[in-house]
């Protein structure tokens, strides 16, 4: 049996087992590629500044500056992570691509988006948290 006979087979199963390999990926590059104590440090700081927002809540001065600062380290978080998502995105969508073909005469032809996303979301949270990933 080959690859494609197998979706025809298992359309459910095989999409949520497709989703899982790229959550796989896009984390492992994500582990790789991303500065994880840079990353952290900058979610850390921005916690700490939502708590001193709630404290000042009352000094609209001190809470526009601490949300200059929040905006700052809410950059910096972004420009960390853009790097990641410009290595995995072109192979997605050319994965993406494949996979409409692949379910497009399935039983599941009309909704195999939500099974992609519904396992993707799973194996993202858990690949998360197996590799430590903030």
Known sequence: MDF?????????????IISLLVSLFITLVNY????KDKMRE??????AIQEEMKKH????????????EMMSHSME??????KPMLITFV????FFGLMRDWYATTEIAKNWLW???GGSLVGSIAF????NLP
Do not use: W
Request: glycine share 0%.
């Open 32 to 35: 790789f590629v991303l500065d």
């Open 4 to 16: 494609l006979s197998l979706i025809q087979l298992y359309p459910r199963v095989s999409l949520i």
């Open 42 to 47: 900058s979610k850390a700081r921005q916690k």
């Open 91 to 94: 192979p997605i969508i050319i």
């Open 128 to 131: 998360r948290k197996i590799f």
């Open 77 to 82: 978080t972004m420009k960390h992570s853009f």
């Open 57 to 68: 809540k009352d000094n609209p001065s001190k809470v526009m500056e601490l949300q200059k």
């Open 115 to 117: 099974y992609y996303i």
